[in-house]
């Protein structure tokens, strides 16, 4: 690590530390959960970008997939539901599958005059098929006693398992959208992206019998144990006493602590990975198809598939930390995953923390959420003062304390242009590789 790099994550420590003193470590530890968090999701988009070049608006989608992938690992299956409309769901995938397995065997053997006709036919017959089936089973299912239910639930497993398949979810949909939209122009393919996002996230909002829709999931299990058991425990009470702390706030700076063990075993783990990716071959091609594809494309590389695998690659990494966020929250809301909003943040952290770079993405990625959260307080202190000489009735004020919550839209945004402006490569710029001179006796 650079002397710059150290300096700086060292600043980023203080300020955390700071607002653990003048506010709260409670406070201090949930921004730090989050901020781990937010710097999985960088360096996800950070494969895309700075490995590969592909500029993904859709990020949101792939961290709610890794949401659902949470929710449906944990959550047990609700037995009521599945006798109710299980089996017509089951159907329902068959006929797709079948309808799937018919287009591509269809496309492969007829003759181009029928294959269209074939297509067209084959997709339209299995659509209605499904659509007679699916209707039924899923009005069924979300009329099991709808306040609590209302949704097939999912495996009844440990969460942090849904990590794992959060990753797998995520790539899968990847791949498959990948195969559509890679080789469009960099702005087309930021529309596709941001497109399908949309779907995915409305998906997820109207499908009650998957998700619950708007009524969320809540009461998700845990990776780590909760605050009352941890009042209960004797050796917990033993700790806080040989401590000399009230076991009470205690034991919720010692989940918070737990969670931060998690989240930054995985980080770690991620960057050590990525890190290696980034200077072997693989990473060196990558940098290479980034820079002239037209060029590597002479040389004999396929460039949509090696781009196909950094848009799978970032977008596994994201659908992790779209799990680790709902388990952190311990509820799946599909209404919460806004794309403009929070993929424009995640695409700050990752600009300005260093395109190309995964040391700098992890500091964006705690820097951004940082000023994110803390920008609403200081905004209100800030306005407060300027106000301070105004009578407290008079509508100027009461509008500038209303407008603090908003400062931090303008925070980013100003944040993104001083990056532009003055950091054009980001706090911590991708390393360049320097060849030495050939000797020339």
């Not at 700086?8 to 201090?28: N, Y």
């Not at 939209?181 to 009650?208: F, K, M, P, V």
């Not at 242009?417 to 706090?427: N, S, V």
Request: glycine share 10%; charged share 10%.
């Amino acid at each position: 690590m650079s002397p710059r790099a150290l300096l700086l994550f060292a600043a980023m420590a203080v300020l955390l530390l700071a607002v653990g003193q003048f506010q709260s470590w409670t406070v201090a530890l949930t921004i730090f959960n989050l901020c781990l968090i937010s710097a999985v999701m960088a360096l996800g988009v950070n494969v895309q970008w700075g490995y590969a070049g592909l500029f993904n608006v859709g990020t949101m989608g792939f961290a709610a997939i890794g949401g659902l992938a949470a929710m449906l690992v944990s959550v047990p299956p609700v037995q009521a539901a599945w006798t109710a409309g299980g089996g017509g769901m089951i159907l329902s995938a068959l006929i797709i599958a079948a309808t799937a397995a018919a287009v591509v065997a269809a496309r492969r053997w007829l003759a181009p005059p029928l294959r269209g006709a074939a297509t067209v036919a084959l997709i339209l017959i299995g659509f209605l098929a499904a659509r007679h089936v699916f209707g039924p089973a899923a009005d069924a299912i979300e009329n099991v006693d709808a306040a609590r239910f209302g949704f097939l639930g999912g495996l009844g497993m440990p969460i942090i398992f849904s990590w794992l398949v959060g990753g797998l979810f995520a790539a899968g949909a990847a791949w498959f959208i990948g195969k559509i939209a890679l080789g469009l122009r960099t702005d087309y393919l930021a529309i596709a992206t941001l497109g399908i996002s949309e779907i995915i996230i409305a998906i997820l909002r109207n499908e009650d019998w998957l998700t619950r829709g708007v009524k969320n999931v809540t009461g998700l299990n845990r990776p780590v144990p909760r605050e009352v058991d941890l009042q209960q425990a004797s050796w917990f009470l033993d700790l806080s006493a040989r401590l000399g702390v009230d076991p009470v706030p205690f034991s919720s700076l010692f989940v918070k602590l737990c969670y931060a063990g998690l989240f930054a075993t995985v980080l770690l783990l991620i960057v050590v990975l990525l890190e290696r990716a980034y200077h072997s071959p693989w990473g060196r091609m990558m940098r290479a198809l980034r820079d002239n594809p037209k060029a590597a494309a002479a040389m004999g590389k396929d460039v949509k598939w090696r781009q196909l695998q950094a848009f799978v690659l970032g977008s596994a990494i994201v659908g992790v930390a779209g799990a680790m966020l709902t388990t952190l929250d311990g509820q799946f809301t599909p209404g919460s995953y806004n794309p403009l909003r929070y993929t424009f943040l995640i695409w700050v952290m990752v600009i300005l923390g260093g395109s190309g770079n995964n040391l700098g993405s992890v500091l964006g990625g705690f820097l951004i959420w940082f000023l994110w959260v803390q920008a609403e307080p200081a905004g209100r202190i800030l306005m407060e003062i300027i106000s301070s000489q105004v009578p407290k009735d008079f509508a100027f004020r009461v509008h500038f304390l209303e407008a603090s919550a908003h400062l931090r839209l303008f925070l980013m945004g100003f944040i993104l242009i001083l990056a532009l402006r003055f950091f054009p490569q980001g706090l911590l710029p991708e390393e360049q590789s320097r060849r030495r001179p050939r000797h020339v006796p």
